[in-house]
């Protein structure tokens, strides 16, 4: 019975074999090279939304390079490029100086941009000022009174060189703004200054505050004295109180009707 038996299982693995030829097996080294060239030859086969390993590891490099860029300390720093100015050209930057000097510092400045031929890059060279009257010894004057004292306009554009050429000039302590970064001033703010400058009223200045004495200088109540209880700025008016016939009255005077006593 074992003769018989070995025989018979030979036989089975010998059709087993056969139906595995006779089958699906293929030589491993054909399939693959029949992979390889169906996947060169046919380009269509690939699937729309499948990126290659290349574009997608450029695409990171890319990303990385651009974060570098965006982080480098040294562009941070530097005051020139954090300096918040006007991309599309010139913007008004403000510079300090001792109070008094402004107009030495802008005749300096003027000579510095006419000698170092910067008059394409620094434009302009402006102190804020303002008429107003005064009162002083029973008189009316007229004095230019300085918005900002301290302190100067410059429009430039805004570069290395143009820093340099400000901010050495003698008299100049910096530029205003967070740090070392020059900040310049918003549009907003630069017409409200422009405003105050071409007012065609000039403003009165006034030197007394509420509570304190003063002297009325014209009107019906020439050379009497009071007290100030108010001021309107708005309406360039002051009230004073006037002890008439031995009772304090109320008078609403004009600003220049009256001096601090």
């Known amino acids: ?22 089958g699906s097996v293929v030589s491993p080294v054909d399939a693959s090279g029949e992979n390889i060239q169906s996947d060169v030859s046919s380009p269509l086969n690939t699937p729309v939304d499948e990126v290659s390993p290349s574009t997608s590891d450029e695409s990171e490099e890319a990303d990385q390079s651009t ?7 040294e562009q941070v720093a530097s005051p020139v490029d954090s300096s918040g100015s006007d991309p599309e050209g010139s913007a008004w930057f403000v510079i300090h100086c001792y ?26 060279v402006v102190i804020p000022t303002q008429e107003e009257i005064e009162v002083k010894d029973g008189k009316r004057r007229t004095v230019e009174r300085h918005i900002f004292p301290g302190y100067v306009l410059v429009n430039l554009e805004l570069s290395e060189e143009s820093w340099y050429v400000v901010r050495n000039t003698p008299g ?8 070392n970064t020059p900040t310049a001033l918003r549009p907003e703010e630069v017409s409200q200054i422009i405003k105050r400058m071409e007012a065609d009223a000039p403003t009165v200045k006034v030197t007394y505050k509420v509570g304190e004495r003063v002297r009325i200088i014209d009107g019906p109540f020439n050379d009497f004295r009071g007290m100030v209880s108010e001021i309107d ?3 360039t008016k002051v009230r004073v109180n006037v ?8 008078v609403e005077l004009d600003f220049l009707q009256v001096e601090k006593a």
């Open 233 to 235: 700025m708005e309406r």
């Open 172 to 179: 100049v302590t910096g530029f205003v703004g967070m740090g």
């Open 67 to 73: 974060t570098q860029v965006d982080s480098d300390p």
């Open 243 to 250: 002890s008439f016939f031995g009772r304090e009255t109320p």
């Open 1 to 22: 019975m074992a003769l018989q038996e070995i025989p018979e299982q030979s036989e089975n693995e010998k059709e087993d074999l056969t139906e595995t030829k006779e």
């Open 99 to 124: 109070s008094g000097y402004e107009n030495k510092v802008r005749h300096n400045l003027e000579q510095r941009i006419e000698t170092m031929g910067m008059k394409d890059k620094i434009f302009d």
